[in-house]
């Protein structure tokens, strides 16, 4: 269907709301962790509940107060497991500091040391969706996907910009805004830019490696009657990257020198990456009547990756010899494109949130070098229940079919001392490593699907301030597909075994300091277990001062991060099919590094101060290593800010 039909059909589901009068809704205070739970919303508590929520925006004399507590947002999933939570702006300040995806995650991808650079997770994780994939996920970790999107509704319009002013010239720009049009209707939109230069040998100031821009533009409605409730999301990443390949190992090259930094000596300077996604994302639900709903979810979705290389210059000598189209230039093109529908019913009875579903997803790969696009038709049958027994016991079985041959079954137990879960699934290979045509590789594979068990188990242990979650994780893999030493995708005959104990802790020290800290062992064992990559040993931990000061005017956070990994074979990266693959050549070396942080909070504004690499020149080695070839970031200042504006 042409891509502008999709277009206004989306206005279009946004403008039936013009006549939308009334809003009904409840409050119910209840905590949490993270950003706090502050209403969960009852729509069949009519006048009185809408009457609760007036007063509770009112101070004492009667004014509207506009604040983080009334731009509240909540999320697609949990109105289809009827269980809305409105969630109010966060404003606090743990790890504010850590502002780019990557530091986000607590450090657990590995990229190639610049903001936007190719990430890919440090621990193996299961995939989730167990159908065919496009396979480029080298940009992930930096697409908001649609389906994780906040909705929002605001009794007034609402923004929030965020900027970030990285040292070396990395630097991002978050902007958010949204405004009900009525008290059930509302719009808004995010945009987002990534400019970073490179870190290893720039050439000029704006000689960036990485510039990313991106958007999304959302809606919800939901009908006077409250029956009808529909969401709908656009989203565009357009994330463009100039490949450096790395510095030059010294033994190819007897004046390539590492930790030079600027001065480098890098494999590439004429090839390009592109990465570009759209999203049209649409979920709606009607009432039939209490304790029944049927819902349909709407995904079309592209992914557009292309890698071009000027083979006439220098960048001739990173790549393969062989070259199977063009001797000059390369240019690997790859465009995946799906198309996903889910119908389904869902309700309560009895206690308990029930779910059942279909979803037809059909896309296909296209290639330039392609004979045929690479196509693909899925069905699936699914369901989902759940169980609340108190505010704080609960459990939930999901799982789904793919017809033939592919599945997931997930358990969850939750209870105030102990949460577990357990998940098994058999999920296909992505479409690039069935088939795949570029100017230096190219396979055609029948992989057979791969298999997970895994089991997680969290003990919770509060002893007054401290808090304790020792934890427990078992996968067993089988049948992993994996690019090998030579680039190429290949599939492990038989099984890992993954023992990975775990243990997160904060504890506060006198009155106005705190320790918090995660370590993670890693033991692979197994016929297969050189198939997967993971250092023995991670650990993050911060120590820092957290008090008000300048009579509550002001809150402050100021300590140190420091995180560490120990020696490992990490996968390398190769920028000309954009994944990452096992080696045995370089030892990304243990090191520890340690960054100093002052977050602070003036009323609703953020300000982040952070050197990063505090511990340079302080070490035995000169610096670390982040991927075979690709050096951590020296010793920068980065400097941020984030601030709400409620009318």
């Not at 006549?19 to 502050?38: D, H, I, L, S, W």
């Not at 004429?270 to 709606?284: E, F, G, K, N, V």
């Not at 003036?602 to 670390?624: P, S």
Request: hydrophobic letters at 35%; one cysteine or more.
């Amino acid at each position: 269907m042409n891509k502008a039909l999709f277009g206004i059909c989306f206005l279009v589901l946004m403008g039936i709301a013009e006549f939308a009068v009334a809003q009904r809704t409840t409050t119910n205070t209840r905590g949490g962790n993270g950003p706090k739970t502050v209403r969960e919303v009852d729509p069949e508590e009519g006048e009185e509940g809408e009457q609760n929520l007036r007063k509770s925006l009112l101070d004492d004399s009667t004014k509207m107060v506009f604040g983080p507590k009334t731009a509240l947002y909540y999320f697609e999933k949990d109105i289809k497991r009827n269980s809305l939570v409105l969630y109010p702006q966060d404003t606090s300040l743990t790890n504010f500091h850590n502002y780019d995806p990557v530091a986000k995650s607590g450090w657990k991808y590995q990229d190639l040391g610049n903001i936007g650079s190719a990430a890919t997770p440090v621990f193996y994780q299961v995939p989730k969706i167990i159908g065919t994939t496009s396979g480029f996920s080298a940009y992930d970790i930096y697409f908001r996907d649609p389906s994780d999107n906040k909705y929002f509704d605001t009794k007034s319009p609402f923004t929030e910009m965020s900027a970030f002013f990285g040292g070396g010239n990395r630097n991002m720009l978050d902007i958010k805004f949204a405004r009900n049009i009525n008290s059930r209707w509302n719009v808004g939109f995010d945009f987002h830019t990534i400019k970073s230069r490179k870190t290893l040998n720039p050439t000029a100031r704006d000689d960036n490696m990485v510039n990313q821009t991106s958007y999304s533009l959302h809606s919800n409605y939901r009908s006077e009657n409250g029956r009808y409730w529909i969401l709908g999301t656009f989203s565009r990443m357009r994330h463009v990257v100039n490949e450096i390949g790395g510095i030059i190992p010294p033994e190819e090259d007897s004046t390539s020198v590492y930790f030079t930094y600027e001065d480098a000596k890098v494999w590439l300077r004429y090839t390009q990456a592109r990465d570009l996604r759209q999203d049209y994302h649409i979920y709606h639900e009607y009432k039939v009547r209490d304790g029944l709903q049927i819902y349909h979810i709407f995904d079309k979705r592209k992914q557009e990756v292309v890698v071009d290389a000027d083979l006439t210059t220098s960048d001739s000598s990173y790549y393969p010899s062989t070259r199977l189209h063009h001797q000059d230039t390369t240019r690997n093109f790859n465009n995946f494109s799906e198309w996903r529908n889910e119908f389904g019913f869902k309700g309560t009875f009895g206690g308990f949130y029930y779910n059942a579903f279909t979803r037809l997803r059909n896309g296909r790969m296209r290639s330039t070098f392609f004979e045929s696009n690479n196509a693909f038709n899925e069905v699936y049958l699914g369901g989902e229940l759940i169980g609340k027994l108190s505010e704080k016991w609960s459990l939930s079985a999901d799982g789904e079919y793919l017809i033939p041959g592919a599945f997931r079954i997930h358990g969850k137990f939750q209870s105030p001392w102990l949460d577990g879960e357990y998940t098994k699934a058999v999920y296909k290979p992505t479409s690039m490593q069935q088939l795949y045509a570029g100017n230096q590789y190219e396979w055609s594979n029948n992989f057979g699907n791969i298999g997970v068990d895994q089991i997680k188990a969290t003990l919770k242990l509060d002893l007054n301030r401290i808090h304790l979650r020792p934890s427990l994780t078992i996968n067993r893999v089988n049948n992993y597909v994996y690019f090998d030493e030579n680039r190429m995708p290949a599939q492990a005959s038989g099984e890992a075994y993954m023992l990975m104990p775990g243990l997160k802790a904060s504890i506060p020290v006198g009155r106005k300091f705190q320790w918090d800290t995660e370590v993670v062992l890693t033991n692979i064992s197994g016929e297969a277990s050189d198939v997967f990559r993971i250092p023995r040993v991670y650990g993050n931990t911060r120590f820092y001062f957290d008090s008000p000061a300048f009579n509550d005017n002001v809150f402050i956070q100021m300590g140190v991060d420091v995180r560490y990994k120990s020696s490992y074979y990490a996968n390398a990266y190769y920028a000309g099919t954009q994944q990452f693959y096992l080696q045995d050549r370089f030892d990304v070396y243990a090191y520890p590094v340690a960054d100093f942080f002052l977050d602070f909070r003036i009323n609703r504004t953020r300000v982040l101060l952070k050197y990063n690499h505090l511990n340079a020149g302080f070490m035995e080695q000169e610096g670390y290593f982040v991927t075979p070839d690709y050096t951590g970031i020296k010793s920068f200042l980065d400097l941020g800010i984030t601030w709400y504006l409620f009318d």
